[in-house]
């Protein structure tokens, strides 16, 4: 999975129908410190994630295999909130 | 998925058996703020997308998880037409 | 998918099982202009493509889901000979 | 699969159901000499890692092919400890 | 499908059940004149390659369709020795 940060959001009135009800949250994708890489994608959502919450996106077949997405049209998946993050010697990031 | 734009069509009358009947679009591959990366590739077609439309296109496996493109040999589908695309302050897209 | 330019062919006379009787053509990836891009790949055949023939190459889990490569070892195949590429004012391309 | 060194851990509470009770190494890719690349990702662990442990990581949907990740979410999975890396003529890496 | 050199083996003793008895070798990616690329990964080998073997490397998904790597966490298997690549006019690679 990768480090991402939620920025923006997008609708899609005409969508392939599975996709239906998911939310498609902008994702900019960070590295271990939390710093931006400039990598953007869009994202379904499966756990209620806000702007600017850091979160775990998992990608390709894996984005589908939880109770939101199961048999949908996603490649990439937010599926968790990043609570905190330890090196070895500290934490680099807390919520 | 990945923002991009249609920029042309495919015709490919000698097809894998499954792939007749899909459509085959050129996409632009568009970063978040919908401007181009350079980036092209041919993506099967299940919201009846137009030239200079801005689309949601989903790449590998997942691109078979539409009605459309179920067990074809896809691996991009362009699964929904783009309306608004909205950061923390403004619309960054409205169609 | 992508475009690519047949330009070789591999022999391997021992090779996985299931991939016996499959020929393997090596491409030349294409942008959609049709230039070169310089990346070339091995790719399984499904169509019965030429030297020199421009193609549409369908790559991951899908490379497996034609009648030739269904279940086999290959992650990438060509699913179809392309006829014309269009923009959005003229022909890119035409065979 | 990837050489990686075990760097950080993640601790996600909000996370997609599947995902309960697995550890979230962070992960640093290596070369085949085990120098660090300074690609990072975070993946799940199926072999009970530890810090500065030097691993084997599995990407896509590969990744759930293990008894711990069967069905999750998750798209990177450590699935060996290194114990030693052979080139031609002698050793590149011995625990 | 990509060309590549075996260059080294692995060893690791703690693995993901389903890999135990699958050889792990370390290969050097080739371009199509058989030029390394400097992109090293860990592939299973399916074919009894040894060091220096110029082979075939199919990834993702599909590395799981052979009977030897069926159902395990690989991304990588060897499928195939290459005897000969043959482009328009001559043979770029012959064993």
């Known amino acids: 999975m990768q480090f991402a940060k939620v920025i923006g959001q ?3 009135t005409r969508k392939e ?3 239906e009800g998911l939310r498609l949250l902008i994702v ?3 590295d271990e410190k939390l710093k931006p890489t ?3 994608i869009t994202s379904t959502d499966t756990v209620n994630a806000r702007l600017d919450d850091i979160v775990l996106v998992c ?3 894996s984005a589908r295999m939880t109770s939101k997405t199961k048999g949908t049209s996603t490649d990439n998946s937010i ?3 990043v609570e905190t993050v330890s090196g070895k010697k500290r934490d680099w990031f807390k919520r």
Do not use: A, F
């Open 38 to 40: 400039g990598k953007t």
């Open 28 to 30: 900019d994708q960070l």
């Open 17 to 19: 129908g599975k996709l």
């Open 59 to 61: 990608s390709s077949s």
């Open 10 to 12: 997008v609708v899609s």
């Open 79 to 81: 599926v968790g909130i």
